[in-house]
């Protein structure tokens, strides 16, 4: 046994499904093969569809994969896009941790970072070399000089669904970003499948 689930959450409306949900499932994919779970694309896609049949509201819907393959699914309520605050990480991550680049149930770094931080809603977090990577519960997106950028898959982030539409798009760019650019921002932004964009108010530093 793994000890852990593989898991994915995303927008549900009644007009146009799933967002993302192909993105959703290559990530998912991709994971399972790293860590040697059963996956079967195919049905994971008509649980999917089952499930939406009794939904009648836009929902997020999140789903969780065992290593044996057997698959969760349960809908929650969708949080509005208001602004949300946060702080900087009181300590860095490891931007080596492979569970930082997959989506699982293994959230320790997360909540040790929110622990730290009970005062905010979310934590800015930095790795060991000194380089923004994300927010515990969505990517991270700066606006410099008129730019819009999200720090560096090699910094040691998810890498998100909405952040790979949006670079498809050219929408934002990609780059390696040190703890200082939050100084030079002229606004912060969370993203991610459920709640798309929203905006950040950075509260504290450290």
Not at 19 to 48: I, K, N, P, Q
Request: aromatic share 8%; hydrophobic share 40%; with cysteine.
């Amino acid at each position: 046994m793994a000890g852990f689930e593989l898991y994915e959450a995303t927008l549900w409306d009644p007009e146009r499904g799933y967002f993302l949900l192909e993105r959703h499932l290559d990530r998912l994919g991709a994971s399972a093969a790293h860590f040697g779970f059963a996956f079967d694309r195919a049905e994971v896609t008509r649980r999917l569809a089952e499930f939406a049949r009794d939904l009648r509201a836009p929902r997020k819907v999140r789903w969780e994969l065992s290593a044996d393959g057997s698959l969760f699914v349960e809908d929650v309520e969708l949080k509005p896009s208001t602004v949300v605050r946060v702080a900087l990480a009181r300590t860095r991550i490891d931007s080596r941790d492979e569970f930082l680049r997959h989506k699982t149930s293994r959230r320790e770094v997360y909540q040790a970072a929110l622990r730290a931080h009970p005062e905010v809603d979310d934590v800015v977090l930095w790795n060991e070399h000194g380089e923004l990577t994300e927010l515990c519960a969505s990517n991270l997106v700066l606006e410099l000089e008129g730019r819009r950028v999200t720090p560096h898959r090699e910094s040691g982030l998810l890498p998100g669904t909405f952040r790979a539409e949006l670079l498809a798009r050219g929408e934002i760019q990609e780059e390696v970003l040190p703890v200082k650019s939050l100084e030079r921002a002229s606004a912060l932004f969370g993203v991610n499948s459920a709640r798309r964009w929203y905006p950040l108010e950075l509260v504290r530093l450290q």
